[in-house]
């Protein structure tokens, strides 16, 4: 599967130039994709943008609920991301410009891309409908 995703990225990049991905959104989904793009080619030049500074995992978070697991060994931090050559970007996106390729952040500074990876993950909202 990793094989896969990286072969929509070679075309683009053909001219020998290293590219430049952005990933909106850190959570298990951002977060695991940009570690696997750089893995895949380290000539990448891998944004992931989150404001936060950590995420909670999915994966055994049923031992959790279950009781069996502290929810605390589910969040995890940027740190090693940054260790891997990953550029963090702790701001908010306030808009995607996709003509001039380029996302634009609340402080006003703009990201330019290559390719834009969008992984905003899930957030319920209970108040969006009735009886939820």
């Known amino acids: 599967m990793a ?3 990286a072969g929509p990225l070679r075309p683009a990049f053909a001219q020998g ?7 909106i959104g850190g959570g298990f989904a951002g977060a695991t994709c940009a570690r696997t793009l750089k893995r895949l080619d380290p000539r990448l030049f891998v944004t ?13 978070s049923n031992e959790v609920i ?19 050559g990953i550029e963090l ?7 995607i ?11 006003g500074t703009r990201v330019s891309y290559d390719r ?13 409908f009735a009886g939820l």
Do not use: H
Request: proline share 5%; charged share 20%.
């Open 3 to 5: 094989a896969g995703a």
């Open 17 to 23: 130039a290293a590219g430049r991905v952005v990933v």
């Open 48 to 60: 992931l943008v989150e404001p936060n500074t950590t995420y909670t995992a999915c994966p055994f």
């Open 66 to 84: 279950a009781g069996l697991r502290d929810l605390r060994d589910q969040e995890f931090t940027y740190d090693k991301l940054a260790g891997n």
């Open 89 to 95: 970007a702790r701001l908010a996106v306030t808009g």
């Open 97 to 107: 410009d996709p003509q001039a390729r380029a996302v634009m952040m609340s402080e």
């Open 116 to 128: 834009l990876v969008l992984a905003p993950g899930i957030d319920l909202r209970w108040d969006a």
